[in-house]
Structure formats: structure tokens, C-alpha cells
């Protein structure tokens, strides 16, 4: 941990035990120096919750009635000398929520062995390392404490610019991030220090991935799939497929992967208690686990559209259109039909509008007829989390009940 860095989280600690924190309890960061709470509150033994500033009043106070802190904390705190850290490798460290993308986050539990673990299966980074969001984000955390497990020089970010993203030797960020670094780096080329991208949070598709080969023709893309629950499930390097993580044991049953894995959570916080994590768990993910050990994954129960008899993987349909030029986002979702069901639909994010014949000809190119979108749409901005990926649910809810800013794609 950088000397400055360290201070603060020493001087953080201090804080927390004159506030009565120590081993087993509960801090709630709300605002300020993040990191330097969290690290201060891990050399006591206690877990942290960070609150994100995008909960409604709703959610912030039933996250707050699961997790219960002992504490709540904000702004800077002063630097301080050292404190002897307390608690083992299964002390609770880290309060993370589920993303929020399919509904209301959940709080979880983590201990500090389960993101060890994760950190050693995605291996080391050069540095500089850039984490362009913020640490309300479980996916942006990570990749701050990946940095200093690394022993990389660590810079954090509100939001990704490509003047950051040119002087850093790797970066941590989602797939629509990744679009947008790629079309700011071909608009205006030049130098470039990237080396290694590590993208998670959706699936990479493979024209994005041809794109980023094109554009960083000298970098590493490195895509994992996890959860919130289960941290790292399957990493893919370079042109490899997606690998299960060693030690990760999978069980896949009528398509929906279950698993078991030393990374995993401990469990659930509700109304303050633990309510422990099976042994084997699922977060509803439809995958197929290849004859050759590779992973695909077709996306949750929540982002599986049933049209017409057909289940189709809304990531799927994403990952193709996404690599449409003038597309900086899109989400697909099913909208009521009296036929079908639910009619696959296509919310397509764009300054100005795509054109709507090059977006169904990348369908057509690439997708069974079944899995076309048959309703298109364009906004401006689509609804977000905390970690940058689409609100799924979100725009799902705006969808049914017309507030959604968007208009048809003609």
C-alpha cells in the first residue's frame, strides 16, 4: 500500500476504534475517501458497506436495515500512525450489494481470503493501473484492491477519460466503457500506454474484441464473468475461450449453472444476520460448459426474453449490436406482445440515431431470425448502476409504464 495511502487508512482506523469499531463490526462509508475508510476499517477487523449516492431513498433504507452498521462515516479522514491489523483470512471485510441491474441489491458478506483468491486467479498487472468509476461499484473496488495486491501504482477515477486511459498500463472497466475508449483512441490516435484491459461486468462480443485488436494492437484483453456472489467464475484470455477458474466446480442443470468455489461469498445479510451461503449456489445464469472445458454463458433468468416459444439470451442480441458504429450502448428486453408473448426489443443509446437498416443487418448477419429485435428504439442516455452497466430492470419498468426517454427507431 503506497505510504500516503496507508496513512490515511492508519489514520482512518484510529477514527474508528475512538467510534467503538472493532473485530466483527459494521461500517458504513457514505461519501469521502472511500478506500482509506474501508483499508482503515479492514485493519480492525470490521466490514464495510460503501453506500452509493444512486439508491433511491427506498433502497438505501432497506440495504441499511440488512446490513445494520455499527457506524457511519464520511469525508477525509486524517493520517495516523500505524495500527496492528486485526482478524484472519475469513474475517468479513467487504459489505457488497448485487449490482441492482435485475432488481433491488441484496447486501452480501466477503471475507478477505474469497477476493485473495480472486486477485491470485486473475494474476498480476502492470502498472500504472486505472479504475475510471466509482467505489460504490463492487466491480470498481475490486479492481482498486487488485491494484494494491499487485503492488501497482493505483489511480482512481470518477469517470473513464481516454487522457487517463493513455498514460496507464492496464485499466479495469465494462463493455460499454470499453466501446467508448475504442472510439475516442480511433478518433484521435496517438500514443498509448495500455497493455492490459480487464473488462467484466458483461459479455465481450467478437466483433468488439476484433475492434480492440485493431485499435490496441499491442494490448491484452482480459474478460472474466462472475458475480457479485461468486466473484471470478471463468476468466478468457486473449483469442482463448472462457475458462472455468481453478478451483471453481460447476454443475450445469436444464442449462442454469450452479456452483461451488472457495471464492465465493459467505452469505447474505438480512436484518443484520447471516444468513449463510449453500454450499452449491446459483444466481440463475443459463450457460453451456463445452466439451472443450470452455464456458458460454447466454445470460441470467432476468435477461432471458421468451418470444414466441424461443428463449433468447438478451446479452447475446447486446453483444452484436453494440459493435453497430454510432451505437455507445444498448440493452434488449422484452416488451409485452399479444402473439409472441414478449417482443424482443432493442433500446439502442446514441447521440444521434443509427441508422436503422445497418443495425437489423448486423442481426441479420449474426443472429437466428427468432432472436432479431422486431421493436427498436433510441435514447440518449439508458438508465445506469452503479458500475456502468444498463438498469435492466430499470428500463424493463420504464418500458411498461411510459416514462422512458426514448423514441422509435425509424
Keep these: 500500500m503506497p505510504g500516503e495511502l496507508s496513512a490515511r487508512a492508519h489514520g482512518a482506523a484510529r477514527e474508528l476504534a475512538a467510534r467503538g469499531v472493532t473485530q466483527g463490526s459494521r461500517v458504513a462509508v457514505d461519501g469521502g475517501d472511500v478506500l482509506a475508510w474501508l483499508l482503515g476499517a479492514d485493519l480492525l477487523g470490521a466490514a464495510t458497506l460503501v453506500v452509493e449516492p444512486q439508491w433511491t431513498a427506498r433502497e438505501r433504507a432497506a440495504i441499511v436495515a440488512d446490513a445494520l452498521p455499527d457506524v457511519v462515516v464520511d469525508g477525509d479522514p486524517a493520517p495516523g500512525l500505524p495500527v496492528p491489523p486485526r482478524g484472519d483470512e475469513r474475517t468479513a471485510f467487504y459489505?457488497?450489494?448485487?449490482?441492482?441491474?435485475?432488481?433491488?441489491?441484496?447486501?452480501?458478506?466477503?471475507?478477505?481470503?474469497?477476493?485473495?483468491?480472486?486477485?491470485?486467479?486473475?494474476?498480476?498487472?502492470?502498472?500504472?493501473?486505472?479504475?475510471?468509476?466509482?467505489?460504490?461499484?463492487?466491480?470498481?473496488?475490486?479492481?482498486?484492491?487488485?491494484?494494491?495486491?499487485?503492488?501497482?501504482?493505483?489511480?482512481?477515477r470518477a469517470h473513464l477519460r481516454a487522457t487517463d486511459a493513455r498514460e496507464a498500463a492496464a485499466v479495469h472497466l465494462v463493455p460499454a466503457m470499453l466501446v467508448d475508449l475504442l472510439g475516442e483512441l480511433e478518433r484521435e490516435p496517438g500514443p498509448c500506454a495500455l497493455r492490459t484491459v480487464v473488462c467484466g461486468g458483461a459479455h465481450v462480443g467478437d466483433a468488439l474484441r476484433a475492434r480492440f485488436a485493431r485499435t490496441l494492437p499491442a494490448a491484452r484483453l482480459v474478460e472474466y464473468y462472475g458475480s457479485a456472489?461468486?466473484?471470478?467464475?471463468?476468466?478468457?484470455?486473449?483469442?482463448?475461450?472462457?475458462r472455468p477458474v481453478p478451483g471453481v466446480e460447476l454443475d450445469v442443470r436444464d442449462g442454469v449453472l450452479r456452483l461451488r468455489s472457495p471464492l465465493a461469498f459467505d452469505g447474505y445479510l438480512r436484518g443484520?444476520?447471516?444468513?449463510?451461503?449453500?454450499?452449491?449456489?446459483?444466481?440463475?445464469?443459463?450457460?453451456?460448459?463445452?466439451?472443450?472445458?470452455?464456458?458460454?454463458?447466454?445470460?441470467?433468468?432476468?435477461?432471458?426474453?421468451?418470444?414466441?416459444?424461443?428463449?433468447?439470451?438478451?446479452?447475446?442480441?447486446?453483444?452484436?449490436?453494440?459493435?453497430?458504429?454510432?451505437?455507445?450502448?444498448?440493452?434488449?428486453?422484452?416488451?409485452?406482445?399479444?402473439?409472441?408473448?414478449?417482443?424482443?426489443?432493442?433500446?439502442?443509446?446514441?447521440?444521434?440515431?443509427?441508422?436503422?437498416?445497418?443495425?437489423?443487418?448486423?442481426?441479420?448477419?449474426?443472429?437466428?431470425?427468432?432472436?432479431?429485435?422486431?421493436?427498436?428504439?433510441?435514447?440518449?442516455?439508458?438508465?445506469?448502476?452503479?458500475?456502468?452497466k444498463p438498469a435492466r430492470a430499470l428500463v424493463a419498468e420504464q418500458l411498461a409504464d411510459g416514462t422512458l426517454a426514448a423514441e422509435p427507431l425509424r
Design 95 to 156: 459489505l457488497p450489494t448485487t449490482s441492482g441491474s435485475s432488481g433491488r441489491p441484496k447486501v452480501l458478506v466477503r471475507s478477505r481470503e474469497s477476493w485473495r483468491r480472486s486477485f491470485e486467479a486473475l494474476g498480476p498487472l502492470p502498472g500504472p493501473v486505472l479504475v475510471p468509476g466509482p467505489l460504490s461499484s463492487s466491480l470498481f473496488t475490486f479492481g482498486a484492491l487488485h491494484a494494491l495486491w499487485c503492488g501497482a501504482e493505483l489511480r482512481v
Design 229 to 242: 456472489e461468486h466473484s471470478l467464475i471463468a476468466i478468457r484470455r486473449d483469442d482463448a475461450g472462457l
Design 272 to 388: 443484520g444476520e447471516l444468513e449463510p451461503a449453500p454450499e452449491w449456489s446459483s444466481v440463475g445464469d443459463r450457460v453451456e460448459l463445452r466439451g472443450d472445458g470452455t464456458l458460454v454463458v447466454h445470460g441470467r433468468d432476468s435477461a432471458t426474453i421468451s418470444s414466441g416459444g424461443r428463449l433468447v439470451s438478451a446479452e447475446e442480441v447486446e453483444a452484436v449490436l453494440r459493435a453497430v458504429p454510432g451505437v455507445d450502448d444498448v440493452l434488449v428486453t422484452g416488451t409485452p406482445h399479444p402473439r409472441l408473448g414478449a417482443l424482443v426489443t432493442a433500446v439502442v443509446e446514441a447521440d444521434t440515431a443509427p441508422a436503422l437498416a445497418e443495425l437489423r443487418a448486423a442481426a441479420r448477419a449474426a443472429l437466428e431470425p427468432g432472436k432479431r429485435p422486431r421493436r427498436w428504439l433510441r435514447t440518449k442516455a439508458l438508465p445506469r448502476t452503479a458500475s456502468g
